[in-house]
């Protein structure tokens, strides 16, 4: 691991995933906060925050993921406000969490902890995904997945169950 001091001096692409987590982190501390210096703070950043949003064109709201959030490799990726998603989940580029149609008004997405989401998935709501899930690469996910499954394809279907 490359300490984000280093990443910033050889103009590392991590460093501007680590710099927009960070912020994403101190956007969540400060959002309900009393106090005009804590208002302050979360204006201050907000507007860092949406700045490296646009500039890493990760699109990811706050109080959305859990804690220990990896986000690998830059690239595209848009994880909406209605995504409740657990702890230690990894989420590659081109994926894509968004609703069945543009009408539906509740379409949240669960997803447990410890779930592994590869690249150029995409996962329409309103959906359930269980904890330990591992969602193969292209994989459209519109039906629930239980626990300890790895599922993959057009619509998703389950593959095998992980031991354990």
Same mark, same amino acid.
């Given at each position: 691991?490359?300490?984000? &001091?280093? %990443?910033?001096?050889?103009?590392?692409?991590?460093?501007?995933?680590?710099?927009? #987590?960070?912020?994403?982190?101190?956007?969540? &501390?400060?959002?309900? $906060?009393? !106090?005009?210096?804590?208002?302050?703070?979360?204006?201050?950043?907000?507007? %860092?925050?949406?700045?490296?949003? #646009?500039?890493?064109?990760?699109? =990811?709201?706050?109080?959305?993921?859990? /804690?220990? #959030? %990896?986000?690998?490799?830059? !690239?595209? $990726?848009? #994880?909406?406000?209605?995504?409740?998603?657990?702890?230690?989940?990894?989420?590659?580029?081109?994926? @894509?969490? !968004?609703?069945? $149609?543009?009408?539906?008004?509740?379409?949240? =997405?669960?997803?447990?902890?410890?779930?592994?989401?590869?690249?150029?998935?995409? =996962?329409? !709501?309103?959906?359930?995904?269980?904890?330990?899930?591992?969602?193969?690469?292209?994989?459209?996910?519109?039906?629930?997945?239980?626990?300890?499954?790895?599922?993959?394809?057009? /619509?998703?279907?389950? @593959?095998?169950?992980?031991?354990?």
């Amino acid at each position: 691991m490359i300490s984000p &001091f280093r %990443q910033w001096i050889t103009f590392n692409d991590n460093y501007r995933i680590h710099k927009l #987590l960070r912020l994403l982190r101190h956007v969540e &501390f400060y959002k309900d $906060r009393l !106090g005009f210096i804590s208002k302050l703070m979360y204006g201050l950043y907000l507007i %860092q925050f949406r700045r490296y949003r #646009l500039k890493t064109d990760i699109m =990811i709201f706050p109080n959305t993921f859990g /804690p220990g #959030l %990896q986000i690998m490799h830059p !690239g595209f $990726r848009r #994880l909406d406000s209605f995504v409740k998603c657990g702890a230690n989940c990894t989420v590659l580029p081109m994926v @894509l969490l !968004g609703r069945k $149609r543009p009408t539906d008004v509740d379409s949240t =997405i669960t997803i447990g902890d410890n779930c592994y989401i590869s690249t150029g998935v995409t =996962i329409l !709501g309103p959906v359930t995904i269980g904890n330990n899930v591992t969602i193969a690469a292209g994989a459209v996910v519109i039906d629930d997945v239980p626990d300890n499954a790895v599922v993959g394809g057009v /619509p998703a279907k389950i @593959l095998k169950y992980k031991n354990g």
